[in-house]
């Protein structure tokens, strides 16, 4: 998750960078929050901003299964056309 967080914080870093080259403001315009605090209520933080934010984030057990697949080269449910 530490891996995800990074990532998402310099893309954050990226788009605020770019965003105040066009505008400048005095505050981030993104920020890698939730727009909820813990308690339900939403979070004044964000005000005004673009939030970014991940959810229902879950480690699959086993690599394998019918996602992990490679996928045939003809399906019969596939159309003709896709097929080619």
Known sequence: MDLLRNILQVICDQANSH???IDHR???WVVLT???DHDGSLNQYTRSKIVMGVYN????ARET???HQPLPAFHPAMPSALAR
């Open 34 to 36: 939730s727009t909820v």
């Open 65 to 67: 299964g019918p996602f």
């Open 57 to 60: 984030i879950t480690r699959e």
């Open 26 to 28: 005095s505050d981030d």
């Open 19 to 21: 965003l105040n080259n």
